[in-house]
């Protein structure tokens, strides 16, 4: 991946670490709003940045706010010359505000250092307007052409999100009306940052210094640590990758396996909420079973009643022959008997309709026995199934543990795998750069 370094100047104050954080999208160096400086000493802080398909390594290089305590500017030209190997463009923060005669100095001599004239595709001028909120576009385009005047400049173009990239020497001022506006001014910084130049050459070239004995020992340095760090970052992308997968393997079955189990114990509790209606239906049959008893027993005594009258009926029709000086007596008592003989008949007529009633009950009972019979089988049968259905369920959840076993297994000797091979890799990249050092 293409590597795109940019120097970060401007006077102490003005915002560059803020503005570095804001590009790389991350909090990289400490910034805060004053006068004095907050960054002391030149450094770079790097990180990968897309913007509308393009994609590189930003290494944007912090360097010392100048008008500051202990901060000379000839200083901070002299570290871009000779601590780097090239820088490929520039960006000169200013803060909005007013510009004190010192600064405006410091900052044409920075220009002049730069060559902005012949180089206006690889300098950019942002005006750090955080501050001043209720700005519209209009105001805050004249205030960025007073400051460019101010400096000097005169062949500038003012850009917001909609400007094609110019051929003049660009001018940002940075939004705090919307957080929106904002960020779509910093993808288009970064747009140009990021963007290929007509001309190849960088802006500043590097000159040998202390630590550096020609430009192609630092080339040979840089190209060993970039394999390391390649190595290094695939497989920490192909670890990650992996364990990410199979984590989700894992995770899914895991899911699998809990429903297969909340099913299994709603189907246990169907099956005892069966048994439980089966017992109550038994019940009920055996209390049937109990009234058909007591109404035959019934209906036998109420039979064995009937007989006896119908015999005692007899006896007392045979009795007017025995004596005659009881005749009348006997007519008395036989016309008694012969009124009860018609009770009695009446009272066995009515009992033969209660028996036929009993038996009409009795048949209806046993109608509705053999219906609850015929229930009793079919929940014994539907028993039958959920048993077997929970069965297989378990069985199913005993081979999804297998298979849950299996993958934790294949996940460690993967993992082992490949921590054998960064660990070998690695090894080989260490080697590479010893001997690189050797050599060179």
């Known amino acids: 991946m293409k590597l795109k370094r940019v120097a970060v100047v401007g006077p102490a104050g003005s915002g560059r670490s803020f503005l570095i954080n804001s590009l790389l999208g ?11 400086p907050v960054t002391l000493d030149i450094s770079s802080h790097r990180d990968v940045v ?20 202990g901060v000379i500017i000839e200083e901070v030209q002299r570290d871009l010359k000779t601590k780097f190997k090239h820088i490929d463009k520039a960006v000169i923060v200013i803060a909005k505000g007013g510009l004190e005669p010192t600064e405006k100095n410091e900052i044409r001599s920075v220009l002049q250092f730069l060559d902005y004239k012949n180089n206006p595709e690889k300098i950019m001028i942002v005006i750090n307007d955080r501050r001043e909120k209720g700005k519209n576009q209009q105001q805050k385009a004249n205030d960025l052409s007073n400051v460019l005047h101010m400096l000097g ?11 094609q990239m110019p051929p003049l020497l660009p001018a940002v001022s940075l939004s705090n009306n919307e957080e929106e506006i904002f960020h779509s001014e910093i993808e288009m910084i970064q747009e140009f940052l990021l963007k290929e130049t007509t ?46 997968s199979v984590k989700k393997c894992i995770e899914e079955m895991e899911t699998g396996k809990i429903k297969l189990e909340e099913e299994a114990v709603s189907q246990k ?40 009258d119908k015999e005692h009926i007899s006896t007392l029709e045979t ?25 009695l008949k009446e009272e066995a007529d009515a009992n033969n309709i209660s028996i036929e009633k009993l038996t009409m009950d009795k048949r209806n009972l046993e109608n509705k026995n053999a219906s609850n019979k015929k229930q009793i089988s079919t929940l ?31 996940y460690d000797e993967k993992l082992k795998m ?9 090894f080989i990249c260490q080697f590479i750069v010893a001997a690189l050092l050797i050599v060179t």
Do not use: W
């Not at 400049?153 to 400007?163: G, L, P, Q, R």
């Open 26 to 36: 991350s909090k990289h160096v400490e910034h805060a709003v004053r006068a004095s």
């Open 50 to 69: 897309e913007v509308n398909g393009r994609r590189a390594v930003l290494e944007l290089v912090d360097t010392p706010g100048f008008c500051g305590q």
């Open 153 to 163: 400049v005169e062949d500038y173009s003012i850009m917001n999100s909609k400007t």
């Open 199 to 244: 001309t190849q050459d960088p802006i500043i070239q590097v000159r040998n210094s202390v630590g550096m004995t020609s430009g192609n020992v630092f080339s040979a340095q840089s190209m060993a640590l970039l394999v390391l760090g390649a190595a290094l970052v695939f497989g920490f992308l192909l670890n990650s990758y992996m364990g990410a």
């Open 269 to 308: 509790s169907y099956i005892e909420q069966l048994e439980t209606d089966l017992t109550k239906l038994k019940e009920e049959a055996d209390s049937n079973n109990i009234s058909i008893e007591k109404l035959t027993t019934d209906n036998i005594n109420l039979v064995d009643e009937v007989v006896s």
């Open 319 to 343: 009795a007017p022959g025995k004596l005659k000086e009881e005749a009348e007596s006997d007519k008395k008592i036989i016309s008694r008997l012969e009124k009860d003989e018609i009770k």
């Open 380 to 410: 014994e049968t539907d028993i039958g199934k959920l048993e077997e259905q929970t069965s297989s369920d378990i069985n199913h959840i005993a081979k999804l543990d297998t298979k849950y076993a299996v993958l934790c297994q294949n």
């Open 418 to 426: 490949q921590n054998t091979k960064i660990e070998s890799d690695l």
